[in-house]
């Protein structure tokens, strides 16, 4: 067999630049569902896989080795669980993107998931456009859950949002326009959304989320949006 194609990306490349293509890797241990990814991704022009990996442990070492934009995850591998690989990812490579992509609609797996830096869940069952587009959407820092999951999303949210916040007093601060930037996160909107309706760039809205991230030591938007919740930082939406 010949030499993989797949070169080695340098960890301090750049992520996202104009007319790059996002770079993929996925973690299946099934054989032959990663090479119908590879036909459906492939078909994709702004997107690549850059490398596969058969076990969590595998997943953390690919992800180490190429420095990918996007990683398709599956919950459940030999070695460590892909919650486990999850984990070490977004410690290794936390500007990496996370999508849970498996067989499993168990809420636990869900919850796991996003407390675990996940950017979206993703059923396998998806049509294979969906799953390209949800690539692109991770890729631009948005969050994906299957609809028929997101109410059990969130009344895991109502119950945290019920519970005494810990050490509420004694939180990182954050400036006025970062718990602006929260609270429309935390209601679901874009980056797009929030740059409009606060009237400040895209790109400024990008970098006021990566800060209340450091600074919450949090791993996503979802993450985010449970802070926000339980210290009342958003009012419910009727």
Avoid: W
């Avoid at 630049?17 to 590879?38: C, K, N, P, S, W």
């Avoid at 492939?42 to 076990?55: F, H, K, M, N, Q």
Wanted: proline share 5%.
């Amino acid at each position: 067999m010949s030499a993989s194609p797949y070169e080695p990306g340098s960890l301090a490349s750049t992520h996202g630049e104009a007319g790059e293509r996002i770079r993929i890797v996925i973690a299946d241990d099934h054989d032959l569902y990663r090479r119908g990814m590879q036909a459906v991704i492939g078909l994709e022009p702004d997107l690549e896989i850059v490398a596969e990996a058969a076990s969590g442990v595998e997943a953390v070492e690919k992800v180490f080795e190429f420095d990918p934009d996007v990683v398709l995850l599956d919950v459940r591998m030999p070695g460590n669980s892909g919650i486990e690989a999850c984990t070490a990812i977004k410690e290794k490579a936390p500007r990496t993107k996370i999508l849970i992509l498996t067989a499993s609609d168990d809420e636990s797996d869900l919850f796991s998931a996003i407390k675990a830096g996940a950017s979206g869940y993703l059923l396998k069952d998806l049509p294979t456009e969906q799953i390209a587009q949800s690539v692109r959407m991770a890729h631009a820092g948005q969050s994906m859950i299957p609809p028929h999951m997101a109410s059990q999303l969130i009344a895991e949210f109502s119950r945290m949002s019920n519970e005494p916040p810990k050490d509420a007093t004694n939180g990182p601060r954050l400036t006025d326009r970062e718990l602006e930037v929260l609270s429309l996160v935390a209601k679901g909107k874009a980056n797009k959304e929030i740059a409009t309706q606060l009237f400040i760039s895209e790109n400024t809205v990008k970098n006021h989320v990566r800060n209340i991230l450091e600074k919450l030591q949090l791993h996503s938007r979802v993450e985010a949006a449970l802070y926000a919740m339980r210290r009342n930082l958003i009012e419910p939406e009727a």
